[in-house]
């Protein structure tokens, strides 16, 4: 069984189109991540979600809305897509949030295989 | 979150151990040091972390300098599917890492 699995795997897709990406864990955590990893293979955090609520929103096109139906999926829906949407989005998950415990506690994440995406 | 600094490249033989440096010297006292690595085409895996002390676990040993300065991540008995790039975060632990350009370790046979 894939502990975090993605589809699709990959997405081409046309310029303006609205596509959405789903992400699964069966590892029950309680929190998930969207990070993109872009053609210079730079890899940023985008989003985390600590069940079902939001709690890390970097700089990120509000063309980008994660939604989170219960704590073992994280979907990411991208509207009006442009070119430079183009890349690998990787979905993680971590047992917990980090930090809890007084901050002691390191969440190690588990990242998915990604998907990606190409924008023509 | 500290920058790091890694070579952007190395290479080791299959068997020997392969040790990766890192440099954050900028690093304050509730930052952590993290490595993880992206086999190609794979998505990141966790390897380690430690804070002051040194740690080993079943895939690798973490070397932290007394300063936390800097670190080696080492993978004691290097093999092909080692072949990767190598990424030393540090920061703190708010569960947002920050991936810099990483190592690409070549194992060669």
């Known amino acids: 069984d894939t502990a975090v699995s993605q589809t699709p795997k990959y997405l081409v897709t046309q310029m303006g189109n609205d596509k959405s990406i789903k992400c699964e864990q069966n590892?029950?955590?309680?929190?998930m991540y969207w990070y993109k990893q872009d053609s210079k293979k730079f890899l940023k955090i985008m989003f985390s979600?600590?069940?079902?609520?939001?709690?890390i929103n970097e700089t990120v096109p509000n063309r980008f809305s994660p939604k989170s139906p219960d704590k073992a999926h994280l979907n990411l829906h991208i509207n009006s897509l442009e070119l430079g949407d183009s890349a690998v989005y990787f979905c993680?998950?971590?047992?917990?949030?980090?930090?809890?415990?007084?901050?002691?506690?390191?969440?190690?994440?588990?990242f998915g295989p990604g998907t990606r995406l190409l924008v023509l | 979150d500290a920058k790091t600094t890694q070579p952007t490249s190395m290479d080791c033989a299959e068997g020997r151990a392969a040790n990766l440096p890192c440099n954050h010297s900028t690093i304050s006292g509730n930052e952590y040091v993290y490595w993880y690595r992206q086999i190609h085409s794979q998505g990141p895996q966790y390897i380690i972390h430690g804070l002051k002390n040194n740690e080993t676990n079943e895939m690798a040993s973490l070397i932290i300098t007394e300063d936390r300065k800097s670190s080696t991540l080492i993978l004691p008995h290097a093999t092909l599917r080692d072949t990767a790039v190598y990424y030393c975060i540090a920061g703190r632990n708010t569960g947002k890492l920050i991936f810099g350009q990483g190592t690409t370790l070549q194992v060669k046979p």
């Open positions: 979600y600590n069940n079902k609520e939001l709690i």
């Open positions: 590892l029950g955590h309680d929190t």
């Open positions: 993680a998950s971590s047992r917990h949030r980090a930090g809890l415990a007084g901050g002691e506690l390191v969440e190690t994440q588990y």
